[in-house]
């Protein structure tokens, strides 16, 4: 990408598609980085690698398939894909651990007990927080809205798209749309509503995760410098 070129910018009403086919947010999305487009963006409408059957929940009402390879999750009823949604998993150091779990908790406004947002003191945001897992040492593995690099960045949970999250913080993107972590929130918590409170699931979905998370490789700008942070401030604002 060049400066001042955004998604909007270069794909119009396709950014959508191109960003989750990249598994990216817009806000990392800036000048600089490269990003892999098909010869026709309408062979990505709608993209998901996620198979449209999952035999393995067809007995099952709600279910909640994790690859770590494709970086990507699938929401199942009774075996059929109800949606799917990219996803940024734990890094090489933070692997997201792999297996069969179950969503035992839930928090509309969770927030990091171990992580700030950086170059502040302000706990991490996990806005639509479900958690799956506890480890031996104590720590709690969350599915929950934050930041979507377009490789694995995280600590060991699993992120979605919440671009709410990223305009109070950050302020980019002004309008926000792509809210992954709260569509998946509010249909493991169906029926009940999606309110405050801290809620015990004693009949979560149950969710296995496969595969495994790949190292990055698009880790380099144009001159094979490593990329920066992502900006702070809007990417159609940088000189």
Not at 89 to 99: C, D, F, I, L, V
Not at 139 to 155: C, L, Q
Request: net charge positive.
């Amino acid at each position: 990408m060049r400066a001042r070129e955004t998604l909007e910018t270069l794909f119009g009403s396709r950014w959508v598609d191109v960003a989750r086919f990249n598994r990216i947010d817009r806000r990392h999305a800036y000048p600089g980085i490269s990003l892999k487009i098909p010869r026709r963006l309408e062979d990505i409408a709608g993209f998901t690698p996620m198979p449209q059957e999952y035999p393995q929940a067809v007995g099952e009402a709600k279910f909640i398939l994790i690859d770590l390879t494709e970086q990507f999750l699938g929401a199942y009823e009774y075996g059929r894909l109800a949606f799917s949604a990219p996803i940024a998993t734990g890094e090489k150091r933070n692997e997201t651990p792999a297996g069969d779990f179950a969503i035992t908790a839930a928090h509309r406004h969770h927030r990091s007990s171990r992580y700030t947002i950086e170059k502040t003191n302000i706990p991490y945001p996990m806005n639509y927080a479900l958690r799956f897992h506890i480890n031996k040492e104590g720590v709690a593995f969350w599915i929950h809205g934050r930041d979507i690099p377009g490789y694995p960045a995280s600590h060991g949970c699993i992120g979605l798209y919440d671009e709410p999250m990223q305009k109070t913080y950050y302020g980019y993107p002004r309008e926000p749309i792509l809210e992954d972590a709260r569509t998946l929130y509010k249909w493991v918590l169906a029926p009940l509503p999606e309110d405050e409170k801290y809620r015990i699931l004693d009949n979560g979905p149950r969710m296995q995760i496969v595969g495994r998370a790949p190292i990055p490789l698009r880790r380099s700008s144009q001159d094979g410098s490593r990329v920066r942070p992502a900006p702070r401030i809007a990417p159609e604002a940088m000189p």
